[in-house]
């Protein structure tokens, strides 16, 4: 049972560059976010869908892009990395209620 | 918007010993849910425990339990019999459970880095 996958791990990027990180989700859940944790900060949502398609922005959204592909799927699109965009990028998913997120094991970014 | 506050970025405590984690929140809803996550350094985010804010019981999982006080906006996590495995990163977090630009949405606090001394 692999829950929420996320790929890559590990990624170092050039400012300017481009990249998309990959999520999905096997337990046929509706909802699916993508947070970012910096230091102190704790997790701030970037974007959400509620459902197949549909998505809306979160806490901290700019310089960001993304696309839930169908209902397993909802990948992250980064058009320009800055190096402010350096952080630990989660993807989660969930039924809506009082149901907990269930997390991915977490993407490092690091933007040079 | 709803806002959590977790006031001690560190705590420790000795192993077999019991240690309190504290969080406050802000909201003008009457009905949502709270969480603890458990984050140890393999990054990996776990749920230890939940609440319903319409139950006035508070919530336990074996040695965690939190201490929910709904007027007061506080929801503190109790660990008894500390072991060398809960270091970790613990976030408290909110979701809404009413319709609006907030539901669904998982809302964490600053987290709070737990140290157990053998």
């Known amino acids: 049972n692999a829950g929420v996958t996320q790929t890559p791990k590990f990624q170092v990027l050039k400012t300017g560059q481009s990249m998309t990180l990959q999520c999905a989700q096997d337990m046929n859940h509706n909802s699916m976010y993508w947070y970012r944790q910096d230091p102190g900060m704790g997790l701030r949502l970037i974007y959400y869908s509620a459902s197949e398609g549909t998505t809306d922005k979160g806490e901290v959204p700019n310089g960001y892009n993304v696309s839930r592909l169908n209902k397993r799927e909802f990948s992250l699109r980064l058009e320009s990395a800055a190096p402010s965009q350096t952080s630990v990028y989660f993807c989660?998913?969930?039924?809506?209620?009082?149901?907990?997120?269930?997390f991915g094991n977490g993407t490092r970014l690091t933007v040079t | 918007a709803q806002t959590v506050t977790q006031s001690q970025p560190e705590m420790s405590v000795q192993e077999a010993e019991t240690v309190t984690l504290s969080c406050t929140y802000d909201?003008?809803?009457?009905?949502?849910?709270l969480f603890w996550y458990k984050q140890p350094p393999s990054r990996q985010m776990i749920l230890v425990i939940r609440q319903e804010a319409y139950k006035q019981q508070n919530a336990t999982e074996n040695r965690f339990s939190v201490n929910f006080q709904k007027a007061a906006k506080s929801f503190s996590l109790k660990i008894s019999d500390s072991q060398l495995g809960d270091a970790a990163m613990y976030f408290c977090a909110y979701r809404s459970a009413v319709g609006g630009t907030s539901y669904g949405k998982l809302t964490f606090g600053q987290g709070t880095i737990l140290t157990v001394h053998p």
């Open positions: 909201t003008s809803e009457s009905d949502y849910y």
């Open positions: 989660a998913s969930s039924e809506i209620g009082g149901s907990p997120l269930h």
